[in-house]
């Protein structure tokens, strides 16, 4: 159920994609980049444990 | 039991991870409420025609804009002030989102204003302030990424976000003078006879809140980020002295 | 602190100190730009002001790295910093200096340049008036800038990346009362607020930079 856009269909369409995008952009990488950052601590605290 | 408390990171991530799945939930909620609200089931403006529907992300982003600014002004004074890293970090985490949501506000701004005033950039002092934040953004964020040392790019970002919000300031009244502009006024405001009539004010503010908790939710991923990015440098440094 | 300035004044004036390096910058912009939008006259006379200001600020921005870089690598600035004398006067010292030798001949060579460009006759007097007091807070802000990169190795990128916004209102008020001195307008608001911004950083700023110079000797 597609409200009517008339004329201003693009414009709307677009502007709604382009900030989901970056918002979801923006989540993505804090998200990857959270995990990867705690990956390389539980690592580092792996090592520390085995060697001290 | 005191706010400082938080600024312990250990007591910190302790809160923010039982905080954050509610944070998140809520975020969600409000978003997807908000957004679908707006976009399927509010009517179309006399003057706008369907283009109205793009407030429900345009206004909130540009809200948020400034209001990570101000965010981060106030940890990097809490920082120079008490010190406490937590704070510092979270400024740092902040600052990549509030430079997307100056991005969306000009993007969907630009688009907005193609059908409304003809033109996707117009010189407008709103318009013109908000590429002017943009700029302040990219250079606290390469600041930051610049400096090796963590406490001397906190202590640095700290004192250019302060020296940067005197002179944003000065910005936004300098534009003025410089250009009057094409945009309308505020949509929201506590004077009554100026908001935007009912059918349109509520999917806002549920808009608003959702950006609002987007941001809480994000800043508090990412400070949670920073402070394991500092601990395992502290751990790599022990390593090498041995 | 007078000997201080004279040291920097010597420093730059001497062979290799860059001294003319600003100026050349700002001739060769001024030169170009009638290459790119054509010698109409009208044009030109419209957009003078404009460019005058533009080019003044980036010759400007052209010499701010080295301000204190050739002190931080001999090591100069580290004395400085124990020296008796206040760090905040050093800057203000250092930021005086870069005046002098950017700021003072831009707005010099200024209504020369004006004649290329075809500035209206009654811009004159405001485009020297307004380089006078609007080039000290672009000195000023620029040590502030320099003060915040000293430390670094690619600090010159860096460095205007972080200044250009700051010199945004400079910019207007600046170009502001030209244009408007140009068309014959009242231009006291703008030089008044130019004049303001020029005496609020230079009494501010110095702290700033100071507080930013100690972080990085840290």
């Known amino acids: 159920m597609m409200p009517e856009l008339g004329k201003y269909a693009g414009a709307v369409l677009s502007s709604y994609g382009v900030s989901l995008a970056l918002m979801a952009a923006l989540v993505l990488l804090s998200m990857a980049r959270g995990a990867r950052v705690r990956r390389q601590l539980d690592e580092a605290e792996a090592r520390r444990r085995d060697h001290g | ?242 | 602190m007078i000997a201080l300035l004279l040291r920097d004044l010597n420093l730059a004036v001497r062979a290799g100190g860059g001294f003319g390096l600003g100026l050349a910058f700002f001739l060769i912009v001024t030169v170009l730009v009638p290459f790119g939008v054509g010698p109409e006259g009208a044009i030109l006379s419209t957009i003078a002001p404009g460019i005058l200001w533009v080019g003044a600020l980036l010759a400007c921005l052209l010499s701010l790295d080295r301000i204190f870089a050739l002190d931080f690598e001999d090591g100069s600035l580290d004395l400085l910093a124990t020296a008796p004398i206040p760090l905040e006067g050093v800057v203000a010292m250092k930021a005086a200096a870069h005046w002098f030798t950017t700021g003072l001949p831009l707005t010099l060579a200024a209504p020369v340049l004006g004649l290329l460009l075809n500035l209206d006759g009654a811009g004159y007097g405001w485009l020297v008036a307004s380089l006078a007091l609007g080039t000290p807070a672009l000195s000023m802000i620029g040590t502030f800038g320099a003060a915040l990169t000293v430390g670094l190795k690619r600090g010159g990128l860096l460095l205007s990346l972080l200044v250009l916004p700051l010199y945004v209102p400079t910019l207007i008020f600046g170009a502001e009362t030209v244009k408007r001195g140009a068309d014959g307008m009242a231009t006291g608001t703008a030089l008044m607020m130019l004049g303001a911004i020029t005496l609020a950083a230079s009494a501010l700023l110095p702290f700033a930079a100071a507080a930013a110079i100690r972080i990085n000797l840290r």
């Open chain 2, 1 to 242: 039991m005191s706010l400082w408390e938080y600024a312990n990171p250990q007591k910190f991530m302790q809160t923010s991870s039982v905080l954050l799945p509610f944070v998140s939930v809520l975020t969600a909620v409000c978003l997807v409420v908000g957004l679908v609200w707006g976009f399927f089931l509010t009517p179309e403006a006399a003057n706008f025609g369907s283009t109205v529907k793009i407030i429900y992300v345009h206004v909130p982003s540009a809200m948020m804009a400034i209001n990570a600014w101000v965010m981060m002004l106030v940890t990097s004074l809490i920082w120079l002030i008490r010190r406490h890293h937590v704070s510092a970090l979270a400024a740092r985490a902040a600052a990549p989102i509030g430079l997307t949501m100056t991005v969306i506000a000009l993007i969907t701004g630009a688009i907005w204003g193609e059908p409304m005033w003809g033109t996707y950039w117009a010189w407008d002092p709103r318009l013109t302030s908000f590429l002017i934040l943009f700029l302040f953004y990219l250079g606290y964020i390469a600041l930051w990424e610049a400096i090796e040392n963590p406490d001397a790019a906190a202590d640095l970002t700290s004192v250019l976000c302060i020296v940067g919000s005197v002179f944003a300031l000065l910005s936004r009244y300098a534009v003025n003078f410089w250009n009057q502009g094409l945009h309308q006024g505020a949509t929201l405001s506590l004077d009554k006879e100026e908001n935007i009539s009912d059918v349109y004010w509520l999917p806002l503010v549920i808009c608003i809140a959702g950006f609002v908790l987007l941001f809480v939710t994000l800043v508090l991923v990412r400070t949670r980020t920073e402070i394991r990015a500092r601990r395992i440098k502290a751990l790599v440094a022990r390593e090498r002295m041995g």
